[in-house]
């Protein structure tokens, strides 16, 4: 009997030892695959241009695309490879990042002649780190699992600077399957990676992010107005404001007046930011998603309507959405 018994338990630690060693081996050729598998990355901009780069810097093998060959260039520089047309981003990559500026350029990066659909490879990870309309996205989703693929939504809030500095949140939607997976690529890029629910979740959540960022820019931007114009120093209000009861990112973070920070749109005349007609765009989003569930927005619906008349004069519609700070300025109140 005691034969017996010692026979069994030395089977049994050698059958967990070998499950241990296949666990291993298994682990071991995930990670090898992932650092092996090409990044297709979509769009440049002031944005894309440096997640892109994040993940050349992290080791990926990347290959990027963009509409602007200066762009690309700039991106190949630091060791990316370009790509002609999306068609051969989807022929060529494992994992497809897209970070373009509105809905219809991710259905033309998707569905237009030379796009994603005409090549893209089963089993291939596609994240779209766009803000877009939901329904889009959603439409989007479907049309990739149609080929044998997998889409994930997963629009970034940060800024430009959390995006050159690796620090990006991720609001991603799909499928939490293989969510783990999508996190291990986002982690090159971004520092909260956090899965909202189902395909269209990320963008809803981001959509609400940009309409409170929006009232709180504008409210930033005319309280600094007012204090500089009664004698404050721009610096001493600020500093104060950031730390008191309305502090904000758009105050302590991101502050509009320029001068008071370095490092941010308003200390390089708003230039290389989130782009005054990109938020427009995403408050148009926002009021479509309060129309369509009867939620009443009066103070969204006012930043909107704040940012359709700023975009109306091509001196501010270019610039960073901070650039309320300026537009107020140059106003007297009536």
Known sequence: WETWVSFKLSYYNEYKSYLRMLLRTLLKTTQQARCMSTIGFIGLGNMGAHMAKNLVKNGKEVLVYDIDKASVADVVDKGASGADSPL????????????????????????????????????????DSS?????????????????????????????????????LTF?????????????SYLENMGANIMHCGENGTGLVVKLCNN???????????????????????????????SKSTGRCWSI?????????????????DYEGGFGAQLMLKDLGLAQSMALETSSP????????NIYEILCLDDAYAPKDF???FKYLEAKQSS
């Open 88 to 127: 051969e981003i989807g022929k060529k990559s494992d994992v497809i990042v897209t970070m373009v500026p509105s809905s219809p350029h991710v259905q033309a990066v998707y569905e237009g002649d030379n796009g994603i659909l005409k090549s893209l490879k089963p089993g291939t990870l596609c994240i």
């Open 131 to 167: 803000t877009i309309d939901p329904a889009v996205s959603k439409s989007i989703s479907q049309k990739v699992k149609s080929a044998g693929a997998v889409f994930y939504d997963a629009p970034v809030s940060g800024g430009v600077v959390a995006a050159e500095n690796g620090a």
């Open 171 to 183: 609001m991603v939607g799909g499928d939490e399957a293989r969510f783990e997976e999508v996190k």
């Open 211 to 241: 309409m409170v960022l929006a009232i709180s820019m504008i409210g930033a931007a005319e309280t600094l107005n007012m204090g500089i114009r009664m004698g404050m120093d721009r610096k001493i209000l600020s500093d104060i404001l």
């Open 252 to 268: 302590d973070t991101y502050n509009p007046v320029p001068g008071v920070l370095e490092g941010v749109p308003a200390s390089r």
């Open 297 to 304: 927005i009066p103070l969204g619906s006012l930043s909107k």
């Open 322 to 324: 901070g650039v309320i």
